[in-house]
């Protein structure tokens, strides 16, 4: 179980580097377009439509990382002063409530590539894009999220189960400030090569 | 059916729900409840919709932005280079960590981000020169909230894109008010170190030749700024083809840096998704929210209610501001405001408030919040670079500047033309 969500962990990583590199290629492209336009007048045209999906693509697939992360924000005001047994029910609740909502995300976004793929729907722009192609892109990211919320609710209910409240807060807690510190620092170092 | 969806809200949230899913609890429960038809199968078209917003895509390209200008080593540079420029003045470096933050919020829309960078060059610095501890972690908390005002800020990409307001507006209505807030920092500062001149500590000794030669270290993110903002209003392009220039120019400066590097780009990435996709679960429902209350007409029942209290306007505004400041204690702060937004901005509008002032002054309240405790975010990053002693020393070490934001706020209400002096000439 905690090598499947290990490995889950690794396709996820995965996904935001190519999500990441989606993106700035839609920068590159964008401000090609810019240029082009002050420059020389002329556009490439459909810049605007093509950032638009690179957007949805690459957050669709990194829900399921800012998950593993545990970076969905949560109010811990109570839950910070509640005893760790009481705050594992709280992170399993809070898990199970965004199983349901990835769940059904992915079920309405599976509606919507559903309707464009039988009728064929086509984007009203330029570039005449068949809608089905990012929303396919789309609806599989955010598949991958529904099931990696199941997977971690699983292994969660499973610790709870077992007593083991403090594997609950390491799996699924909120974060702490020094957490998000420790992390923040770590990638600056791995920025600098090694901390030199 | 006002007390039924404050109910749900509070409640889901007091449980430690994530906002997200909290939002959209309240969003299926109000549907079910109150709403004639299943307005819940609009939730794909709605995903689809905000996912592909060409203006919401400004927002994973500012936080690259940030993210690449943290990773160059430049602000470093920029704190030795504000040092030189601002240490003479009494209270020394607590000048250059407002100042370098001031700057660092002109190009990052991350506090942490900021607040980790600039406590982990500068803490070392009070003992060593001896400040007031207390002070000193104070004025980064508080320089860390100036982010979220100086455009290019996310927070106000968000406001602008759940009000439908003009972005290039408000990015000019938060310059003023900005530099303006800076500088009460700085001014509230040397009050204390006029006072109690112990609290200061040693200032650096800078000849005018080394103040010079620390120039060029301060000229990139200038010039950065200058390019996203610049490029907006000389009308050669979008925010969004804005950011991504400064993504490309934030790169090129790394690159020359000698800073970029596979592992950077690496980090970057991860980073960059991990906050977007944070910030985009909570607005898909947010607006699907937004969606809900409007079709049933819980909006326009809130107005009438609080029109029904016969307050004046500006009775309302600081209903408002009161609203915003208890809530900031307990609340974090983008949730605070994607929660709020949709049943405060009626009322906003019925009274005829320019949605652009109100922006800023949201703004002022969100920063209020990041350093009012028992939960004040950068009141724990802070504490968090520190690695010693209570937090209890940052909370009262950031009180001046509660009161600082305070005042900023009080301005902004008897002058609305700090913020709309600006959009106004240049509309």
């Known amino acids: 179980m905690q090598r499947l969500i290990g490995l889950a962990t690794a396709v996820s990583r995965a996904g935001a580097w190519f999500g990441g590199a989606l993106v700035l290629l839609a920068a590159a492209i964008v401000a090609l377009d810019v240029v082009l336009r002050a420059a020389l007048s002329v556009t490439i045209g459909g810049s605007d439509e093509l950032s638009g999906y690179a957007l949805a693509i690459a957050s669709a697939f990194a829900f399921a990382l800012a998950l593993l992360d545990r970076a969905h924000v949560r109010i811990d005001t109570l839950y910070a002063i509640l005893p760790t047994r009481l705050a594992a029910l709280l992170d399993v609740l809070a898990m199970a409530a965004m199983v349901a909502l990835a769940c059904f995300l992915a079920?309405?976004?599976?509606?919507?590539f559903a309707q464009s793929w039988t009728l064929g729907a086509r984007a009203l722009t330029q570039l005449n894009t068949p809608l089905s192609v990012p929303q396919a892109l789309w609806v599989a990211g955010l598949g991958w999220f529904a099931l990696v919320a199941c997977l971690l609710l699983l292994r969660a209910v499973m610790l709870l189960l077992k007593g083991d409240a403090a594997g609950v807060a390491r799996l699924i807690g909120t974060r702490t400030a020094a957490e998000d510190l420790a992390e923040e620092r770590a990638a600056q170092r791995v920025a600098r090569g090694g901390g030199a | 059916m006002i007390a039924v969806a404050i109910g749900i809200l509070v409640g889901l949230l007091v449980l430690s729900l994530p906002v997200a899913a909290a939002l959209m609890g309240l969003g299926l429960t109000l549907d079910i409840l109150y709403s004639f038809l299943p307005l819940r199968r609009v939730l794909g078209d709605t995903a689809w919709g905000v996912s592909t917003d060409v203006v919401l895509f400004s927002i994973p390209l500012f936080v690259m932005l940030g993210e690449v200008m943290l990773r160059s080593g430049i602000a470093e540079r920029m704190y030795d280079a504000m040092a030189r420029w601002l240490g003479w003045l009494p209270g020394g470096l607590m000048h250059a960590n407002i100042g370098t933050c001031t700057m660092f919020a002109a190009i990052s829309g991350s506090s942490v981000a900021t607040a980790a960078t600039i406590g982990t060059v500068a803490v070392g610095q009070i003992r060593a020169q001896g400040y007031n501890e207390r002070l000193f972690l104070g004025t980064i908390a508080a320089g860390g909230t100036l982010g979220i005002l100086i455009p290019?800020?996310?927070?106000?990409?968000?406001?602008?894109?759940?009000?439908?307001?003009?972005?290039?507006?408000l990015y000019l209505a938060g310059i003023l008010p900005g530099l303006i807030l800076a500088l009460l920092f700085m001014l509230t500062v040397v009050l204390a170190c006029v006072v109690r001149p112990g609290w200061g500590g040693r200032?650096?000794?800078?000849?005018?030749?080394?103040?010079?030669?620390?120039?060029?270290?301060?000229?990139?993110?200038f010039a950065i700024f200058v390019a996203v903002i610049g490029s907006i209003y000389a009308g050669l392009a979008t925010p969004t083809e804005s950011a991504a220039l400064g993504v490309l120019a934030a790169l090129a400066l790394s690159w020359r840096l000698k800073a970029l590097s596979l592992a950077m780009l690496r980090a970057?990435?991860?980073?960059?998704?991990?906050?977007?996709?944070?910030?985009?679960?909570?607005?898909?429902a947010a607006y699907f929210l937004n969606f809900i209350i409007g079709s049933i007409g819980l909006g326009r029942m809130v107005t009438e209610a609080i029109a029904a209290l016969g307050l004046t306007p500006m009775q309302t505004v600081i209903a408002i501001v009161l609203f915003y400041f208890v809530l900031g204690m307990f609340m974090?702060?983008?949730?605070?405001?994607?929660?709020?937004?949709?049943?405060?901005?009626p009322v906003v509008l019925s009274l005829g408030l320019d949605p652009v002032w109100f922006g800023v002054l949201m703004m002022l309240l969100l920063e209020t919040a990041l350093i009012t405790p028992p939960?004040?975010?950068?009141l724990f990053v802070v504490q968090g670079v520190r690695e010693r002693g209570p937090v209890k020393d940052v909370i009262l070490g950031a009180a001046p500047f509660v009161g600082t934001l305070l005042v900023m706020i009080a301005l902004l209400i008897a002058f609305p033309g700090i913020a709309l002096t600006l959009p106004q000439a240049l509309r």
Do not use: C, H, K
């Open chain 1, 107 to 112: 079920l309405q976004g599976w509606r919507v």
């Open chain 2, 152 to 169: 290019p800020s996310i927070p106000l990409i968000i406001y602008a894109a759940l009000t439908d307001t003009s972005i290039p507006q």
């Open chain 2, 203 to 221: 200032r650096p000794r800078v000849t005018w030749a080394e103040r010079r030669a620390a120039l060029p270290d301060l000229l990139p993110p």
């Open chain 2, 268 to 284: 970057v990435f991860e980073g960059t998704m991990r906050t977007t996709a944070m910030i985009m679960l909570i607005l898909i």
């Open chain 2, 332 to 345: 974090e702060t983008l949730s605070m405001m994607v929660a709020t937004v949709p049943l405060v901005m």
């Open chain 2, 375 to 378: 939960v004040g975010f950068n």
